[in-house]
């Protein structure tokens, strides 16, 4: 589990960095705060995603929702988003997520906002 501490360190690149592989399971989500923004990291297929863990429709923490392969439901309204790219895939939300970069370098996560 990644801790929740404010990342606040920068790399020279932007770069965050936020806790390390073996943290994040395929086909789960952890939440933290890197700066100013709650960041939603999930593990599908190997690959990770970052995006906005508020939901841009009731402004729920999206992770108190499910993640469903690629599918991240809202825990208010269940609202679907795609967790790749942020796209709304059900309502009732109408904006989509915010998506940061993400890598993985040397068994470590870093994240840019």
Same mark, same amino acid.
């Given at each position: 589990?990644?801790?929740k501490?404010? +990342?606040?360190e920068l790399?020279?690149?932007g770069?965050?960095?936020?806790?390390y592989?073996?943290s994040?399971p /395929?086909? @789960?989500?952890?939440?933290?705060?890197?700066? #100013? @923004?709650v960041v939603?990291i *999930?593990?599908? /297929?190997?690959?990770? +995603? *970052?995006?906005d863990?508020?939901?841009?429709? *009731? +402004?729920? $923490?999206?992770?108190?929702?499910?993640?469903d392969?690629h599918c991240? +439901?809202? =825990?208010?309204?269940?609202?679907?988003f /795609?967790?790749r790219?942020?796209e709304?895939?059900e309502? =009732? *939300?109408?904006?989509p997520? =915010?998506?940061?970069?993400?890598t993985?370098?040397?068994? $470590?996560?870093?994240? #840019?906002?």
């Amino acid at each position: 589990m990644i801790d929740k501490t404010n +990342y606040t360190e920068l790399t020279n690149n932007g770069y965050h960095f936020v806790g390390y592989s073996t943290s994040i399971p /395929d086909g @789960e989500m952890q939440e933290l705060t890197v700066g #100013k @923004e709650v960041v939603l990291i *999930a593990r599908i /297929d190997g690959n990770l +995603y *970052a995006v906005d863990g508020i939901c841009s429709h *009731a +402004y729920a $923490e999206l992770v108190d929702g499910e993640l469903d392969e690629h599918c991240l +439901y809202c =825990p208010l309204h269940f609202a679907c988003f /795609d967790v790749r790219n942020g796209e709304v895939l059900e309502g =009732p *939300a109408t904006e989509p997520l =915010p998506v940061f970069d993400v890598t993985e370098e040397n068994g $470590e996560i870093w994240v #840019k906002v």
